[in-house]
């Protein structure tokens, strides 16, 4: 059972690249979300989605989209990449209410 | 907007002796998780407390949810060196679907 598989684990951009993080889950959860971890802090969420086709903004959605046009995949597209983007990403999936299974993240730099 | 502030941000602490976390939100909580991230790893769940002054025991983790539902905590008696990581809680509010993380206690066993 491979849980949340995300792809890929490391990745190095320049200033105003574009690309996309994926994200899929085997788990038929419903609820998918996209977070960012900058060192020694915590957790700031994205955006997310409850279900496929509907995706919704998190805390920090400037310069990322993203959309769910299954339940098992869940890509988060930089659109212009900034330095301020580098950062530890994570995907999770949960069921409703429920406690949230995370990936491995991807390293992120951008120069 | 809702808030989950977690305290300490670090604490050390000689191998043997207990360690507390403490989170507490702005507004009234459905819900408190709490995770685990080892150094370079992705947050692993732990425990789900849903009810008001709910008290969860996992050997020597005891987590707990206030009367009111606005703060929690976790203690861990006679800490060990796999005890090593950063805990963070996360918050589920009711009206929509977005856990609020805190920012996390790095606990740090001296040698």
């Known amino acids: 059972n491979a849980g949340v598989t995300q792809t890929p684990k490391f990745q190095v951009l320049k200033t105003g690249q574009s690309m996309t993080l994926q994200c899929a889950q085997d788990?038929?959860?419903?609820?998918m979300s996209w977070y960012r971890q900058d060192p020694g802090m915590g957790l700031r969420l994205i955006h997310y989605?409850?279900?496929?086709?509907?995706?919704d903004q998190g805390e920090v959605p400037n310069g990322y989209n993203v959309s769910r046009s299954t339940t098992e995949d869940f890509p988060l597209r930089l659109l212009s990449a900034a330095p301020s983007q580098t950062s530890v990403y994570f995907c999770?999936?949960?069921?409703?209410?429920?406690?949230?299974?995370f990936g491995d993240g991807t390293r992120l730099s951008i120069l | 907007g809702q808030q989950v502030m977690q305290i300490p941000q670090y604490q050390h602490v000689q191998e043997g002796e207990d360690f507390t976390t403490y989170c507490n939100s702005s507004?009234?909580?459905?819900?408190i998780q709490w995770y685990k991230q080892r150094p370079g790893g992705h947050p692993v769940f732990l425990i789900q407390?849903?009810?008001s002054g709910e008290v969860k025991k996992q050997k020597r983790l005891t987590f707990q949810f206030g009367e009111a539902k606005k703060n929690s905590s976790l203690h861990i008696t006679a800490t060990q060196t796999t005890d090593v990581g950063t805990y963070f809680c996360?918050?589920?509010?009711?009206?929509?679907?977005?856990?609020?993380w805190g920012a996390g206690t790095k606990l740090i066993i001296k040698p």
């Open positions: 407390l849903v009810k």
């Open positions: 989605s409850v279900g496929a086709g509907i995706t």
């Open positions: 788990m038929n959860h419903e609820y």
């Open positions: 999770a999936s949960s069921y409703p209410w429920g406690p949230q299974h």
């Open positions: 507004t009234t909580l459905s819900n």
């Open positions: 996360a918050g589920e509010g009711d009206s929509n679907y977005q856990l609020i």
